[in-house]
């Protein structure tokens, strides 16, 4: 049972344009929400996060946007550059529980 | 970068034969967990800690065991390797204060590969 879900495995987008990577959830127990990207032969990074209690959060060129009502998360990336070439993972937990559950990643290519 | 070192990056290994993976960290986190990423699925918990001597099974946790016997080192076995257990295993970090949420962080990763 996939609790946390990332549909598109594979995202191509031009440089200077916006990305956005997708991610929905089941559990309507979760609440909080965090993005890692991940290089090649590398561990993940953490990105940025967003608490259950907020609906949009910024970083920079990164924003995260929560929708409860539809169980669905998403990173927007502007402008995309060609360092932002990575796996994307979304991963979220539940109160107290002190782990994360994971989507399976999306591959984000950004073209020149 | 958080301080963790994984051990050994790489390994080959014949099935059957027993493997441990080494987690360390320089950060003095309290919480500790190892990870397996495998293509379509993600990164999946096999195990974690709380404490020293404390741990408890994640999602994926059969044919693999824990120990935890200082707050710095997390190891991971393999009792008897098998071909569906090549992957790339990861260990994590967090560390849980007041205010704080559970944000980990991650090693670099071993490939191993079970023949």
């Known amino acids: 049972d996939q609790q946390v879900k990332q549909n598109s495995p594979s995202l191509s987008v031009q440089e200077g344009r916006i990305s956005i990577l997708n991610c929905d959830y089941t559990?309507?127990?979760?609440?909080?929400f965090l993005w890692y990207k991940k290089y090649p032969a590398e561990g993940p990074t953490f990105l940025i996060s967003i608490s259950s209690i907020k609906d949009k959060n910024e970083d920079g060129r990164f924003t995260v946007f929560l929708n409860k009502s539809a169980k669905h998360l998403s990173l927007h990336i502007v402008p995309s550059q060609p360092g932002d070439s990575a796996v994307y993972f979304c991963a979220a937990s539940v109160q107290g529980a002190q782990k994360l559950v994971f989507g399976q990643g999306t591959r984000l290519t950004i073209n020149p | 970068d958080a301080g963790i070192t994984q051990s050994p990056r790489h390994k080959v290994t014949e099935t059957g034969t027993p493997v441990t993976l080494r987690c360390h960290q320089t950060e003095n986190h309290r919480y500790m967990y190892w990870y397996r990423q495998d293509p379509g699925h993600g990164l999946r918990l096999i195990h974690y800690?709380?404490?020293?001597?404390?741990?408890d099974k994640g999602e994926v946790s059969d044919g693999y065991s824990v120990s935890r016997s200082k707050t710095e080192d997390f190891l991971l076995t393999l009792e008897s390797a098998t071909s569906s257990q090549t992957s790339v295993y990861f260990c994590?970090?967090?560390?849980?204060?007041?205010?704080?949420?559970?944000?980990?962080?991650f090693g670099p990763g071993t490939r191993l590969l079970v023949l």
């Open positions: 559990n309507s127990m979760f609440d909080y």
């Open positions: 800690s709380y404490g020293v001597k404390d741990t």
């Open positions: 994590a970090i967090s560390d849980r204060r007041q205010g704080a949420r559970e944000t980990q962080y």
